[in-house]
């Protein structure tokens, strides 16, 4: 059985940094692709980060450019979400998820079929 858990969240102001950890059991990490996904209230789920199975890639969503990082310790079957410079309108639930395909990289959240249970960050003005 996939699991996924989130770690991390919080309450930070504006200009604040929080990591967020997920860490994953049931599946061999080190096979797949991770994703970082947030959703805020009344809104879709969208993309936020993600990283290639061996890490050598990354990609993060416009909003979050220069300020987020995603990361992988595959030794950990553990990835991080380093936050910095936070906005009001970061404030969401952040889900970390993995996706159908092995050896894989994806930004669409329909290519995620585990997902954790969310974990909240809220940034004040």
């Known amino acids: 059985q996939v699991q996924l858990v989130e770690y991390g969240g919080g309450l930070v102001q504006t200009g604040g940094s929080l990591r967020l950890s997920c860490a994953v059991s049931?599946?061999?990490?080190?096979?797949?692709?991770m994703g970082w996904f947030r959703q805020a209230p009344g809104k879709e789920r969208e993309f936020v980060a993600a990283?290639?199975?061996?890490?050598?890639?990354?990609g993060y969503a416009d909003s979050v450019k220069g300020r987020f990082t995603i990361s992988r310790d595959n030794a950990k079957n553990t990835v991080y979400l380093q936050m910095n410079s936070l906005k009001p309108e970061d404030t969401a639930v952040y889900y970390c998820?993995?996706?159908?395909?092995?050896?894989?990289?994806?930004?669409?959240?329909?290519?995620?079929?585990?997902w954790g249970q969310g974990t909240q960050v809220t940034v004040s003005s």
């Open positions: 990283i290639s199975w061996r890490g050598g890639r990354t």
């Open positions: 998820a993995v996706p159908l395909e092995k050896f894989g990289y994806s930004e669409s959240r329909h290519e995620y079929d585990y």
């Open positions: 049931g599946r061999t990490f080190s096979f797949y692709g």
